[in-house]
């Protein structure tokens, strides 16, 4: 999957096929936004124990800026988010991105609200889904993600 960042620099996931990737569907308006602060803290304490943390905003559940720059600029300017931001785009649905289709399909759960969380082994041999509610840094996630950290 190659995408563009909201700054328009490319990512490739493959490039990170060898690390845990944690993919998360982002809104800028929605009441778990604040989520951001605690995916920028696990991107910052593990990145060089090889976490790949991605993110995906959507306007799907409705709470999401009109433009990539705008989008940038929030995420930027209001948690200092520096993990990639990959483009706006849908993450359920017909219209889902196909990353998004894989992942609804490895573990039966799409998203149903904003800051949907998958994990993604490396070699992605395993995917692990979190709803909304479990916060980046709960044990629930962290037990998954930690055995995999180098």
């Known amino acids: 999957h190659k995408y563009k960042t909201l700054q328009g620099a490319e990512v490739i996931l493959c490039d990170y096929a060898d690390r845990p990737i944690l993919v998360v569907n982002t809104a800028s308006k929605c009441g778990y936004t604040p989520q951001f602060e605690k995916l920028e803290g696990l ?4 990145k060089d124990k090889g ?17 990539n720059k705008e989008i940038g600029d929030f995420c930027r300017l209001t948690y200092s988010v520096q993990f990639p931001m990959i ?39 395993q995917v692990y889904s979190f709803s909304t509610r479990v916060e980046p840094d709960s044990p629930e996630l962290m037990g998954k993600l930690t055995p995999l950290l180098k």
């Open 43 to 46: 991107y910052k304490k593990y």
């Open 51 to 67: 976490l790949m943390v991605v993110g995906f905003p959507s306007n799907d559940f409705n709470q999401e800026l009109a433009t």
């Open 87 to 125: 483009e706006k785009s849908s993450v359920t649905g017909a219209a889902a991105d196909p990353l998004y289709k894989q992942l609804t399909e490895a573990t039966g759960q799409s998203p149903r609200w904003n800051f949907h969380k998958y994990l993604i082994t490396p070699g992605a041999k």
